[in-house]
């Protein structure tokens, strides 16, 4: 089995800065992409951010030039850093694992893991 623990979520200022974590562990032989999503109270899921295994990265035009998601391979680890916070940031931010093989799975039966969330406030 495989869990997602995401930390760094928390209340904080508008212009301010947090970075999430986000570790991966379980029977885990590879991980494709690892990203962040956030869900803002009434509204769906959104992709936030996302890195492949290689390094390549996705951003939503709403963080451009604000996030820098990044990934440590060896530790199974993906982090996002937020910077110039807005009051629209607030969400809860999941962490997604995506196309992982474990080594309990045959060879190409790859699954997405999600995390349970961590809260993220964004309030003056």
């Known amino acids: 089995q495989v869990q997602l623990v995401e930390s760094g979520g928390d209340l904080v200022q508008p212009g301010g800065s947090l970075r999430l974590s986000c570790a991966a562990s379980?029977?885990?032989?590879?991980?494709?992409?690892m990203g962040w999503y956030c869900q803002a109270p009434g509204k769906e899921r959104e992709l936030v951010a996302a890195?492949?295994?290689?390094?390549?990265?996705t951003y939503a035009d709403s963080v451009k030039g604000r996030f820098t998601i990044s990934r440590d391979n060896a530790k199974n680890t993906v982090y996002l850093q937020m910077n110039s916070l807005k009051l629209e940031d607030t969400a809860v931010y999941y962490c997604?694992?995506?196309?992982?093989?474990?080594?309990?799975?045959?060879?190409?039966?790859?699954?997405?893991?999600w995390g349970e969330g961590t809260l993220v406030t964004v309030s003056s």
């Open positions: 997604n694992a995506a196309g992982v093989q474990t080594t309990t799975r045959p060879w190409g039966d790859v699954r997405d893991y």
């Open positions: 890195i492949t295994k290689g390094g390549t990265t």
């Open positions: 379980g029977s885990i032989f590879s991980i494709n992409a």
